[in-house]
């Protein structure tokens, strides 16, 4: 791999996955990249150390430093919306049935997957399988949000769908949280389609356009997130449960 593109993927990772206060000058995406990894971090700080982790559809695995854990293992498929020489996976598997033997791990994370898996209902039971008892488990997916990994983009649930499903395989003590409100989501969507609009390539104009217009509209829609203690349409379910 090159200088040039590892730099590429660290800037993509650290601004975009991993985003600080300041990743709102560069990433249109900030208000949905910004509010799920905040989400990722405190379920990563009440991890034990001695956790085994499992990261269903790992992608890059761009959480695995949140997490003060050696035993951390992801899994993800061959295809669907990604390169497969740019994930980092332990095993691959076909999106069914996971790899592993039955109770094999007591921590479990599965973000943004759900809405692309061909059968989320099998998915989830084979979480559930591979989970021992008492584990705990972080799941999230888009609620508000544009089609995306076309044409692997398949659905979105409502809590009421989320705690359905969970239930009807064996979950407790569900927990499900909206990541926005309807200022965040309405601004994070005005953004991208402002952002996705642009027909050409232009780095200099992109990068003054997230300054100047999008960067200022981010920020006074998360201040009026904060104000409005999140109300209304969210862009992101974040679910935390036991097994």
């Known amino acids: 791999m090159s200088k040039l593109r590892k730099l590429k993927e660290q800037i993509i990772t650290e601004n975009f996955f991993r985003p600080r206060w300041y990743s709102v000058f560069i990433n249109p995406y900030f208000i949905n990249r910004w509010s799920l990894y905040r989400a990722i971090k405190k379920f990563a700080l009440e991890t034990p150390a001695e956790a085994s982790i499992l990261d269903v559809g790992c992608g890059l695995k761009p959480y695995r430093s949140l997490f003060n854990t050696k035993e951390y293992t992801g899994i993800d498929i061959a295809g669907g919306g990604h390169d497969d020489t740019a994930k980092v996976v332990d095993a691959f598997y076909d999106g069914y049935s996971v790899p592993f033997s039955d109770k094999s791990f007591n921590t479990l994370i599965c973000?943004?997957?759900?809405?692309?898996?061909?059968?989320?209902?099998?998915?989830?039971?084979?979480?559930?399988?591979?989970?021992k008892e008492g584990s705990?488990?972080?799941?999230?997916?888009?609620?508000?949000y544009p089609e995306h990994e076309i044409p692997y983009d398949f659905r979105r649930f409502t809590r009421f769908e989320h705690q359905r499903l969970f239930e009807k395989n064996g979950f407790k003590n569900i927990q499900i949280t909206q990541t926005t409100g309807f200022a965040g989501t309405f601004g994070q969507l005005f953004?991208?389609?402002l952002f996705e609009?642009?027909?050409?390539?232009a780095p200099l104009l992109k990068t003054l356009l997230s300054v100047f217009i999008f960067a200022p509209i981010q920020i006074v829609a998360l201040g009026i997130d904060w104000l409005t203690n999140k109300s209304g349409l969210t862009m992101d379910y974040v679910i935390i449960l036991k097994k």
């Open 111 to 131: 973000t943004q997957v759900l809405e692309h898996a061909d059968d989320p209902e099998i998915l989830v039971a084979e979480c559930a399988r591979v989970l």
């Open 136 to 144: 705990t488990a972080f799941f999230s997916m888009p609620f508000t």
């Open 191 to 193: 953004v991208i389609w």
């Open 197 to 201: 609009s642009i027909p050409f390539r």
